[in-house]
Structure formats: C-alpha cells, structure tokens
Nanobody, 116 residues
Framework: QVQVAESGGGLVQAGGSLRLSCAAS????????MGWYRQAPGKQRELVAT???????NYADSAKGRFTISRGNAENMVYLQMNSLKPEDTAVYYC??????????WGQGTQVTVSS
C-alpha cells in the first residue's frame, strides 16, 4: 500500500519562503512522476509543479520563477521550494505520486498561509 505524506507547511509573511517535502512509501518501484497541487478555499485544485523520474519539470505560470520542484536523495521524495510568497499562494498543498503498475496516490495536504 503506497502512502504519500507532505510536510513543511505553515504561516509566513508575504515575500517569505517555505520548503514543502513529500515522501511516498510502500512502492517497490520508483515513481513515474510526482507533483504538487494546491486548492484555495472556494477554488478548484490546480497544478503547481511536477517532476518526472528523468528529472524534467513543469510549472504553472503562477509558480514560474518563484517555486522550484526537486527530487530528494531518498527514493520517491520530492521538495517544493517556494520563494517570494504572495497572499494568493495561500492554499492547501497536496502531493501527488504516480507509480508504474500501481497508479496514482495523493497525500492528505499541508496548509500554507501567506499573510500580507
């Protein structure tokens, strides 16, 4: 059973930084792709950034130039470094992981709140 767990959310002032971590455990295979999504109150869940097993990345326009997704040294771990945070970045951030032959998994989410 694959489990996905996020950590690193919190309260930060506008212009500050946070680093989110995501660890996927329980798979004997490496991930195909992992990513971060976010959902603000009253809004749909949206893509923030993804990374493929080969290292290629993709970012939402709102994240380009401010956020960086990267792989950890440990297997099936990714990070999201968020700089120059804005109040509109306030949301619950979810980690998503996709594994070959196993499918797609979501974490429980971690709250990020950016105060003005």
């Amino acid at each position: 059973q694959v489990q996905v767990a996020e950590s690193g959310g919190g309260l930060v002032q506008a212009g500050g930084s946070l680093r989110l971590s995501c660890a996927a455990s329980g798979s004997i295979l490496g991930f195909s792709h992992m990513g971060w999504y976010r959902q603000a109150p009253g809004k749909q869940r949206e893509l923030v950034a993804t990374i493929r097993s080969g290292g290629s990345t993709n970012y939402a326009d709102s994240a380009k130039g401010r956020f960086t997704i990267s792989r950890g040294n440990a297997e099936n771990m990714v990070y999201l470094q968020m700089n120059s945070l804005k109040p509109e970045d306030t949301a619950v951030y979810y980690c998503n992981a996709y594994f070959p032959f196993s499918g797609e998994y979501w974490g429980q989410g971690t709250q990020v709140t950016v105060s003005s």
